[in-house]
């Protein structure tokens, strides 16, 4: 008796090009600057410049905080990864010869 043939398997799946990609977060990043842009305008129009240079130094200082909390974490996670190489790299005896 004959084996049964087997069908071939479909062609893959067209990827999505990554153009589009780079398309997607062009326009995301141009809508944020209009958002953004449109609400100062409209802050000056309510408060003049003194409600403008709050909002910027509350801002900025608020992604100064987000960005050190992130290199903290980001810092000790790579301590901890340093670390492990190294047991590991002494577990093995795959030392420099120092």
């Known amino acids: 008796m004959a084996p049964p043939i087997v069908p071939p398997p479909p062609p893959p799946k067209a990827v999505t090009p990554e153009w589009v990609f780079t ?3 062009t ?3 141009v809508l944020i600057v209009a958002l ?3 609400g100062m305008i409209i802050l000056f129009m309510k408060t003049g410049w003194e409600g403008v240079w709050k909002l910027t130094l509350i801002g900025t200082c608020g992604l100064f ?3 050190s909390v992130l290199v903290i974490v980001g810092g ?3 301590i901890r990864k340093l670390f492990r ?3 590991e790299r002494e577990a093995s005896g ?3 010869g120092d």
Request: proline content about 0%; charged content about 30%.
């Open 23 to 25: 398309l997607l977060w």
């Open 27 to 29: 326009v995301l990043a």
């Open 36 to 38: 953004v842009t449109a």
């Open 65 to 67: 905080a987000v960005m």
């Open 76 to 78: 000790a996670l790579d």
């Open 85 to 87: 190489r190294l047991r």
């Open 94 to 96: 795959d030392d420099d």
